[in-house]
């Protein structure tokens, strides 16, 4: 299981960024794919989860609203849209796959993509 964000930059504050997460097919249909995110001094945090078979998602009280994430079958492409991105939205962003449904916490996933890095200047 092969997975690999890509996307980030440097943003304004009130802008919006769309971050991409290639997996296979296959992994795309068996597992979960969760974001996450690691800001600088602190823990890795829940961002969303698009949850197989249809895809529902849900995501973090501090994204909703704002986030999104959505897949493009024809790609094997999961994406995270991020609007209305705000300082505290800096860091690092993940993609990772996980077979159980629904799952916030990271020791659920077990295989992750390499980050990449979102910063909101003001």
């Known amino acids: 299981v092969q997975l690999q964000a890509s996307g980030g930059g440097v943003v304004q504050v009130g802008g919006s960024l769309r971050l991409s997460c290639a997996a296979s097919?296959?992994?795309?249909?068996?597992?979960?794919i969760g974001w996450f995110r690691r800001a600088p001094g602190k823990e890795r945090e829940f961002v969303g989860v698009?949850?197989?078979?249809?895809?529902?998602?849900v995501y973090a009280d501090s994204v909703k609203g704002r986030f999104a994430i959505s897949r493009d079958n024809t790609k094997s492409v999961m994406y995270l849209q991020m609007n209305n991105l705000k300082p505290e939205d800096t860091a690092v962003y993940y993609c990772a796959a996980s077979s159980s449904h629904g799952a916030f916490r990271p020791d659920f996933y077990s295989h992750w993509g390499q980050g990449t890095l979102v910063t909101v200047s003001s």
């Open positions: 698009s949850i197989r078979p249809i895809g529902r998602t």
């Open positions: 097919e296959r992994t795309l249909s068996m597992f979960d």
